[in-house]
């Protein structure tokens, strides 16, 4: 429902009339205060009538405007909201607006481990409750992949204060190879996730190679004060990621073409979700298309086209395919063996 200038400056008006306890406000006062303020703002001379009045705390009383104000009359004259720190000026959202925030927030929830974050989660849960308080068997109609178990989360906050500030840390991380952890001098550059993981992307020392940690392998991190940070200024991780799927990258090795036959049937879908954004359709086929990647070959690429199962093969490279070939051929003999199921 529209207001137009006038009733707006009135509704303003009187609610902060209310908001003042330090007075007791007859309609009266309020004719009075919202005569006052129309002059101010509008230059008009003529007093606001009590029909209208009545009018406006009938309205900001009412659904109508989403206000809903708690305005009682004290001792039969005194108007004030029985809330004392009720105001209209915390409820500017629609209902349609509560709805909306409540479905961006909810993207914004997975990155729990932010401190910038943290103050969202109240935030949220009065949208929330207001939105299915005032609609009863509700359901959501988004959900977004989550691991609520995955571990590390706690270290984003500090990686990205670190990034942020210039800060050298000493991470004990223990890579999926190693028996225990060990302590590493980390210079962090960039946070970075991929399929529901985070890694923290930066170099050991001036002249190391990039290297990507896994969050979720970090035991623990401490800030290097007696280590002077580094970053080299020509690193962008738009051009460093460009040519890789995921968020390993083989320094030193180009990019070239690899082409890949997927069935008809699962065509469709890897079209219209590429597994990189180089993909291109090279050739239609009554069984199929074949689809050209220019990509750094990876692990990562690896696992996706392992992912796909009976329903992409490796065309070209003869490299890739012998590997993916090898990889299958293990995980066949993984189900042929004779070890009785666990």
């Known amino acids: 429902m529209p207001l ?101 927030v909810d993207v914004l929830k997975q990155f729990k481990g932010f401190n910038h974050f943290q103050g969202l989660n109240g935030v949220v849960s009065k949208l929330e409750d207001k939105i299915y308080t005032e609609k009863s068997n509700q359901h959501a109609i988004i959900d977004f992949e989550k691991n609520e178990n995955l571990k590390g989360l706690e270290y984003l906050d500090t990686l990205y204060k670190a990034i942020q500030a210039k800060q050298t840390l000493q991470i004990l991380y223990q890579s999926y190879k190693s028996r225990s952890g060990n302590w590493v001098v980390f210079h962090p550059w960039l946070l970075k996730e991929f399929r529901n993981r985070w890694f923290v992307i930066g170099v050991k020392g001036k002249k190391s190679p990039i290297v990507n940690f896994a969050l979720d392998r970090i035991q623990e991190i401490k800030f290097e004060k007696s280590i002077t940070y580094y970053r080299n200024p020509d690193f962008n991780a738009a051009t460093y990621y460009k040519d890789v799927v995921g968020v390993t990258v083989n320094e030193g090795t180009p990019p070239h073409y690899i082409r890949l036959f997927v069935n008809r049937d699962n065509a469709p879908y890897i079209i219209s979700k590429p597994i990189h954004h180089s993909q291109r359709v090279e050739e239609q086929r009554p069984d199929g298309v074949v689809l050209s990647l220019f990509v750094i070959p990876n692990f990562e690429l690896e696992k996706e086209i392992l992912g796909f199962g009976e329903a992409v093969r490796v065309v070209w490279p003869r490299n890739i395919r012998k590997r993916i070939t090898r990889r299958l051929k293990q995980a066949v003999e993984n189900y042929d063996s004779d070890t009785k199921p666990l």
Do not use: F
């Open 4 to 104: 137009n200038k006038n009733a707006l400056i009135r509704i303003k008006t009187i609610d902060k009339c209310l908001q003042n306890h330090y007075r007791k406000w007859t309609i009266e006062d309020l004719i009075e205060a919202c005569s006052q303020a129309l002059y101010e703002y509008e230059g008009s001379n003529k007093d606001v009538s009590l029909r209208t009045i009545r009018a406006d705390l009938a309205l900001m009383r009412s659904d109508k405007l989403g206000y809903n104000a708690p305005i009682i009359i004290t001792s039969k004259k005194y108007y004030t909201y029985e809330d004392p720190a009720y105001t209209i000026t915390n409820i500017p959202l629609s209902t349609q607006d509560l709805h909306t925030i409540s479905e961006a």
